[in-house]
């Protein structure tokens, strides 16, 4: 069995961001029925990423925010800055953190650890709505 849905998430402006509720609402439809299952998520945009992180404790996405900018500064001398000056940083970092994941699916349920979320990594400073392609085979 194979189901796709393409949706967007809300506006946000940068920072990492726990999704996990926002994408369940999109793809609930979608885990009915799957026992054994893989959902793939795929952000179609080059200045946010995709990434499972730990979703109890804000810190650790302040603290990733703050990771990512200190090996990716804004202030480099940056030829590609079309869109400002966190546009080739942006870029950068979407390489690094990556534009989709796999979650295993059991029992109609995200396999997820217990303190494991989704992420929406966004690099850019202006607020942005970002759309996400999900997957789920089974």
Same mark, same amino acid.
């Given at each position: ?79 590609? %800055? ?24 059991? /029992?109609?349920?995200?396999?997820? /650890? ?6 929406? %990594? ?12 999900? %997957?789920?085979?089974?």
């Amino acid at each position: 069995m194979a189901w796709q849905k393409t949706f967007t998430l809300s506006k946000r402006s940068k920072g990492c961001h726990l999704v996990t509720e926002e994408v369940m609402s999109h793809i609930e439809s979608g885990l009915n029925g799957v026992q054994i299952g893989m959902l793939f998520l795929f952000i179609q945009h080059t200045s946010a990423a995709l990434t499972v992180n730990e979703n109890y404790d804000r810190d650790v996405r302040t603290d990733m925010d703050m990771a990512l900018d200190n090996i990716v500064p804004e202030n480099l001398e940056w030829r590609h %800055t079309d869109e400002g000056p966190d546009d080739s940083a942006s870029h950068t970092k979407t390489s690094l953190v990556g534009t989709s994941i796999s979650i295993p699916i059991t /029992g109609g349920r995200l396999n997820l /650890g217990t303190w494991q979320g989704i992420y929406l %990594t966004e690099f850019r400073h202006v607020l942005h709505s970002r759309k996400v392609v999900a %997957t789920i085979l089974s």
